[in-house]
């Protein structure tokens, strides 16, 4: 069983800057895909960026393109997201989830594990 623990959430003026990162147990954190995904209140939850096992491709949501960045460093398990020019509309509880398989997929049912969730919460 595979644990996924995010960090980094909390609460930022429009046009600032946060860092998530979400931790991975487990041996085999380097041969999976992982991604991150979002849901406002109310709303469904959706895909906002994703990297391959190897950290050689990555896709992002259309909304997110040029102010998010996803990342990984299989040597320590983990995987981040650099969210920069947040706006309030990024307002929701962000989840890290894990695929089993190598490429990168954004289909929330894609995807095999999901951590708790960190709360962004972004001000105007």
């Known amino acids: 069983q595979v644990q996924l623990v995010e960090s980094g959430g909390g609460l930022v003026m429009a046009g600032g800057s946060l860092r998530l990162s979400c931790a991975a147990s487990?041996?085999?954190?380097?041969?999976?895909?992982m991604g991150w995904f979002r849901q406002a209140p109310g709303k469904e939850r959706e895909f906002v960026a994703a990297?391959?096992?190897?950290?050689?491709?990555?896709t992002n949501t259309d909304s997110v393109k040029g102010r998010f960045t996803i990342s990984r460093d299989n040597a320590k398990n983990t995987v981040y997201l650099q969210m920069n020019s947040l706006k309030p509309e990024d307002t929701a509880i962000y989840y890290c989830?894990?695929?089993?398989?190598?490429?990168?997929?954004?289909?929330?049912?894609?995807?095999?594990?999901w951590g708790q969730g960190t709360q962004v919460t972004v001000s105007s």
């Open positions: 989830a894990q695929a089993l398989r190598s490429t990168a997929p954004m289909a929330v049912g894609a995807y095999d594990y």
């Open positions: 990297i391959s096992a190897s950290g050689g491709v990555t």
């Open positions: 487990g041996r085999t954190f380097a041969r999976y895909a």
